[in-house]
């Protein structure tokens, strides 16, 4: 059955205490385009703020890898291979040719907005790869990506699929009337923020570009993080849930599991309170987890989880497509010992109305 699925889980792990972390973020400033002047320019280094970039180039040859420095030009080990299928264009094509640093903060360089990658067509030929290697398996990475392209002849979302041991899926809306500040027809304000990851067993991340509204895909620049925090072999452990109302503005904490297409963001319309709310879109079955440790407390017999949903008349759920909350209790060996299901929320569900779901394990008040 295909449906959309809110999942948060709850795990009896391991009671040992997080460390403390002092190593600091690492940062790589990547700028995807061409060389040739009309379309595009390699962005020099230092910029104006003191930043090193990388030049990636649309160069898919066996021996063509790009080395990558951070952003004080120091080497990281790190590795980008350009996959087929990307195409580029910029500066004569509605590449951002005058970025601002009240809008894109240290990303505001011309030379790093006015051109970029894209990808359009359909099947095979529509998605474009870059797979980053050389990764550390004690370190975790965050990517932040930037797509742009000025025109009014239709809204074009672009999707970033993230794929290392864990899948982090996001969407960035890059051309259109009114996409960005003070009626600019295409982005020109907006970075969007990966969940954090960690490589796969090969020791790399694989982005996937693809389109999902409008003819064409655009990426412009990223940023690539290199997060401490799993220097240890002892990971951090939590007692409650970490960003329970997305109000980091993003999805940190939080695993993406599931969904062929569509993906999860968040953003601050419309939302239920606070500043920020999550969004699932997809055909088949696509959630959010995240993992917290318990201590049993006596007199305590019920454990209830509560979260709000909006079945949103723009994109509404349809067919037996349905979203529920879920709670899960495991055994330190990671055995599953109970599985509690809220109702639901269905395509019958009133749209544009928030509903309270709530899954419970045991009696009594809470």
């Known amino acids: 059955m295909r449906r959309k699925i809110l999942l948060l889980a709850l795990a009896a792990l391991g009671f040992s205490q997080a460390q403390a972390q002092t190593t600091a973020v690492r940062s790589m400033l990547v700028d995807f385009g061409v060389n040739d002047v009309t379309n595009g320019n390699v962005t020099p280094s230092p910029d104006a703020n003191g930043s090193y970039w990388n030049n990636v180039l649309n160069n898919t040859g066996v021996t063509d890898t790009f080395r990558l420095v951070d952003k004080q030009n120091q080497a990281t080990g790190v590795k980008v291979k350009v996959g087929a299928n990307f195409l580029t264009n910029g500066i004569a094509t509605g590449g951002l040719l005058a970025p601002t640093a009240a809008l894109l903060g240290e990303y505001a360089v011309a030379t790093a907005t006015q051109d970029y990658f894209f990808v359009q067509g359909t099947g095979s030929t529509s998605l474009g790869t870059l797979r980053f290697s050389g990764l550390s398996a004690s370190r975790r ?102 960003n329970p109302g997305f ?88 055995a599953l010992l109970g599985r509690f299901l809220s109702d639901s929320v269905r395509a019958s569900t009133p749209t544009d109305t928030w509903v309270r779901l709530s899954s419970v394990m045991g009696q009594g008040g809470a």
Do not use: C
Not at 147 to 156: D, H, L, V, Y
Not at 264 to 292: D, M
């Open 141 to 242: 990475y965050v990517f932040h990506v930037f797509g742009s392209r000025q025109t009014t002849a239709e809204i074009r979302t672009s999707q970033y699929k993230f794929t290392g041991a864990n899948v982090s899926t996001i969407t960035q809306t890059t051309t259109g009337t009114n996409v960005g500040a003070n009626g600019y027809a295409g982005n020109n304000n907006t970075i969007t923020k990966s969940d954090t990851l960690t490589a796969d067993a090969a020791g790399g991340i694989t982005l996937e570009l693809s389109k999902i509204a409008g003819m064409y895909a655009y990426l412009n620049l990223l940023r690539m993080d290199i997060v401490p925090g799993r220097a240890s072999t002892t990971p951090p452990v939590y007692y409650t849930f970490q």
């Open 247 to 334: 109000e980091l503005g993003n999805l940190t904490y939080w695993t993406t599991v599931g969904g062929s297409t569509g993906g999860t963001t968040v953003g601050q319309v419309p939302k239920h309170s606070g500043s920020f709310a999550a969004k699932l879109t997809g055909t088949n079955s696509l959630s959010l987890e995240q993992r917290i440790s318990y201590q049993f407390t006596s007199g305590v017999g019920t454990y209830r989880l509560n979260g709000w949903f909006l079945n949103a008349a723009t994109s509404a759920l349809s067919g037996v497509q349905s979203a529920h909350l879920e709670l899960l209790f495991y055994s330190s060996t990671n």
